[in-house]
């Protein structure tokens, strides 16, 4: 009797090898053949599963999506406004190692959406999704007194992405890379502006 193979499982896997190559190695080290080595495939048994490497690079970046995407839900179960915000952030922010390698395969990602169409629409729609949250815990805080400002909450939406995509390059970004502190202080130094009239 032929061996029943879980398809799912086995992309599952070679997306996490991918995933394990950049976050440690960067975008150059994820040679198909060192996915597949890294995966414990043989040569070769990877385009059974995925067309080109183009294609697993949005699929490894669509698994960091959706893997913050689930720690975030977890950690704002029931929370509103700020706190909501404070939260969210922390789960977007590099401050360990996984978040690291998590930034790792975004930023590899980004670079490489300027030529994959697929790969802009995957990341133009990441974005669209946490924007419209980061809008509804503001228009929360607001109607709670936490946020007083006269800008708009789409454009302090905005502001925080700039602020949360800036931070994981620049925690990446050698020498000069920001600690878990200071990407905590800056987080909540922005938080705490927002009260502000």
């Not at 495939?41 to 059974?48: D, I, K, P, S």
């Not at 502001?159 to 931070?167: C, D, F, K, M, Y």
């Amino acid at each position: 009797m032929p061996k029943l193979v879980d398809h799912a499982a086995r992309r599952r896997e070679i997306i996490q090898a991918t995933w394990r190559l950049i976050g440690e190695h960067g975008a150059d080290a994820a040679t198909m053949r060192e996915i597949a080595r890294e995966a414990g495939f043989a040569n070769g048994a990877l385009t059974h599963y995925f067309a080109d490497k183009e294609d697993l690079l949005r699929s490894a970046y669509q698994y960091v999506y959706e893997q913050t995407n689930q720690r975030a839900a977890a950690v704002t179960h029931g929370l509103a406004g700020v706190a909501a915000l404070r939260a969210f952030c922390q789960e977007v922010l590099p401050l360990d190692e996984l978040r690291l390698h998590e930034a790792r395969v975004a930023i590899a990602a980004w670079s490489h959406a300027v030529v994959d169409p697929e790969l802009a629409r995957v990341h133009g729609q990441a974005m669209a999704t946490w924007h419209a949250a980061l809008v509804t815990w503001l228009q929360e805080a607001s109607r709670a007194g936490e946020v007083v400002s006269a800008v708009d909450a789409a454009v302090l939406a905005d502001q925080l992405l700039a602020q949360l995509t800036g931070a994981q390059i620049l925690a990446l970004s050698g020498a000069g890379a920001l600690s878990a502190e200071r990407l905590l202080t800056s987080l909540n130094t922005f938080l705490a502006a927002l009260h502000r009239p």
